[in-house]
């Protein structure tokens, strides 16, 4: 089980590390962003394009946001702007510390029932461990755009949890 300040914890960190993928992919020509490099979803651009998607579908399931009306097929094509793409990335980090700020232990000691449209079903899981998959998600996704940006020569600074993510006596 999961406490609120390791969620706020890693919200600080997923809004970090997204600035740094960020900043180290606007070195590169938007053709190299766009280039299909053979990851999951192709390239840099499309693969922050589906986190941006994964982002909201989750954070629609926790909060009540606006769901994405594009499924995982069409994720990687949400922003095809990449200033566009960057200022919904920095919003949508901004919301996400928000909400990790409000969030109690009661909460995530709830039941969360979802739909997925993958599996066309409706599931009941553990709502922290639906919080845990969030992050992860973030980061397996990020996880590849970092060796996509490293085989572009782009560099992303450190990656380390704790090297990223500071805390003091009151917590993230």
Do not use: C, K
Request: aromatic share 10%.
């Amino acid at each position: 089980m999961i406490q609120p300040a390791w969620v706020r914890a890693m919200a600080a960190y997923n809004s970090e590390m997204n600035r740094r993928t960020y900043a180290a992919a606007d070195t590169l020509p938007d053709e190299e962003r766009r280039a299909d490099r053979g990851a999951f979803f192709g390239g840099i651009h499309a693969t922050l394009n589906h986190l941006v998607w994964g982002d909201r579908i989750w954070m629609s399931r926790f909060d009540g946001w606006e769901a994405p009306s594009a499924g995982i097929p069409g994720s990687t094509a949400l922003h095809a702007d990449w200033g566009e793409l960057s200022a919904v990335r920095r919003e949508l980090d901004a919301r996400i510390e928000g909400w990790a700020a409000g969030l109690t232990q009661e909460a995530l000691d709830r039941e969360l029932v979802w739909f997925s449209r993958g599996a066309q079903r409706e599931r009941r899981d553990p709502r922290w461990l639906a919080v845990t998959h969030f992050f992860n998600h973030q980061t397996h996704h990020r996880g590849q755009v970092h060796a996509l940006l490293t085989r572009a020569g782009a560099r992303t600074q450190d990656t380390d949890l704790t090297a990223v993510v500071r805390l003091d006596s009151r917590g993230p």
